[in-house]
């Protein structure tokens, strides 16, 4: 079949693809931060070094005390206010191992211009929200929708059963964030509401955590992590753990992360030195290990939309690049394995792990003018099924 010509790009799609543009705000800032880094590479050499003693201090405002508070306690707390310190995060499962979901499985997607939810066979249909575009989560359990609408820019949080929409405020085009309890959701705010924040999955007690982009939060709710870019473009992984944070410096400029039932996986930037690669370390920032190094499909393209199985097991990715470029992969989280292909021959976008343990993402190139459909996947790339035509992210 003959392919067809690129379509006209528009305002929306090109905010819905923003996040896949911030290696060229990175790349824009400080020429003489650059060269300055170029020639300590030179001499300290490449091997990552990220630090190994990561030292957690109280948020502001949380009432903890210690001994020894670092300069970065005073700028964790985004404009809006402090975070109360004993709302972060639900205490883990009683008896210990990995948290489970309760609710009705549920997945969610994008279909001429509306947010809509089905069962995983793609039954039931329900539509959501009106959004051409933008980015959306639902919650583990299946009851609550969080999206943004790439034109309206505001977090609203949709019961499944009622509809009943609520407005929580400002955000950016991240995906919100859900730990398997879904009683709240983390998500990126905007303007003056900037940085990592946290609300109730009924829309309310909204409240800064700290400053940051990308939110991750692990699926026992007791970690939320986020990427901390400096004026200079250096980049850190920002760390809520029992209400303190900790800042862990890591080599390179990370674009994305996620978090494990025990882990923090990022995903750097390539540079002049190095190929772009997918790490991974322990909460307090040690045992450091290289998932993967350089992507199959060389210069064009970088590493994005990590995201973690329910069991820490596995890590999804995609490698993307200009056009609409986007190939998934998945890697053993142990490491010293070759990552396995979730994709055929189109473009694939992850939409991370389903309910059920499968792998959802969109296929087909929509900026290229492809139809598109709903995919579900096992971890190993067996099991490949359709479940809906003509389905979006």
């Known amino acids: 079949m003959g392919e067809r010509p690129p379509k006209t790009t528009s305002a929306a799609e090109w905010a819905q693809i923003e996040r896949r543009r911030k290696l060229v705000v990175l790349a824009g800032v400080g020429l003489t931060v650059i060269a300055i880094a170029i020639g300590a590479w030179l001499l300290l050499g490449r091997a990552p070094k990220p630090g190994g003693s990561a030292r957690y201090v109280p948020i502001p405002g949380s009432g903890t005390t210690t001994s020894a508070i670092s300069p970065d306690a005073t700028a964790s707390a985004g404009a809006s206010g402090a975070p109360d310190a004993t709302e972060v995060a639900p205490a883990a499962p009683v008896g210990g191992g990995t948290p489970t979901v309760s ?6 997607y994008r279909r001429d211009g ?108 007791a970690v939320v992590a986020g990427i901390r870019i400096a004026s200079n473009g250096s980049s850190v992984i920002v760390v809520l753990r029992s209400g303190k944070t900790a800042v862990i410096p890591a080599t390179g400029y990370i674009v994305d992360i996620a978090l494990g039932t025990s882990r923090i996986y990022y995903a750097v930037a390539a540079d ?8 991974s370390m322990d909460i307090e920032g040690g045992g450091m290990i290289v998932l993967r190094s350089g992507t199959q499909a060389g210069a064009r393209a970088s590493f994005q939309d990590l995201c973690a199985s329910v069991d820490g097991k596995r890590l999804a990715y995609a490698e993307a690049g200009d056009d609409g470029y986007s190939r998934i992969f998945a890697v053993d989280t142990a490491g010293g394995s070759a990552p396995v292909s979730l994709s055929v021959r189109r473009d694939n976008y992850p939409l991370c ?24 996947v096992q971890p190993d790339g067996t099991g490949r099924t359709t479940v809906l035509e003509g389905a979006s992210r």
């Open 103 to 108: 609710g009705e499985c549920r997945v969610a």
């Open 114 to 221: 509306k947010v809509r939810v089905a069962k995983p066979d793609g039954t039931g249909e329900t539509t959501l929200a009106s959004s051409a575009s933008g980015v959306f989560s639902l919650s583990p359990d299946g009851r609550t929708l969080a999206f943004v609408d790439a034109t309206r820019r505001v977090l609203t949080l949709v019961d499944v059963a009622s509809g009943k929409h609520a407005e929580v405020g400002p955000a950016a085009l991240e995906n919100p964030e859900w730990p398997l309890g879904s009683e709240w959701c983390v998500y990126e705010g905007a303007g003056s509401q900037a940085g990592v924040r946290r609300v109730s999955r009924d829309g309310s007690g909204a409240k800064a955590l700290f400053a940051g982009t990308a939110p991750a939060v692990s699926g026992d709710g």
């Open 272 to 279: 002049d030195l190095a190929q772009p690669e997918i790490r």
């Open 353 to 376: 792990w389903g309910c059920d343990g499968r792998l959802l993402f969109i296929e087909g190139n929509a900026w290229q003018g492809e139809s598109t459909k709903l995919m579900a």
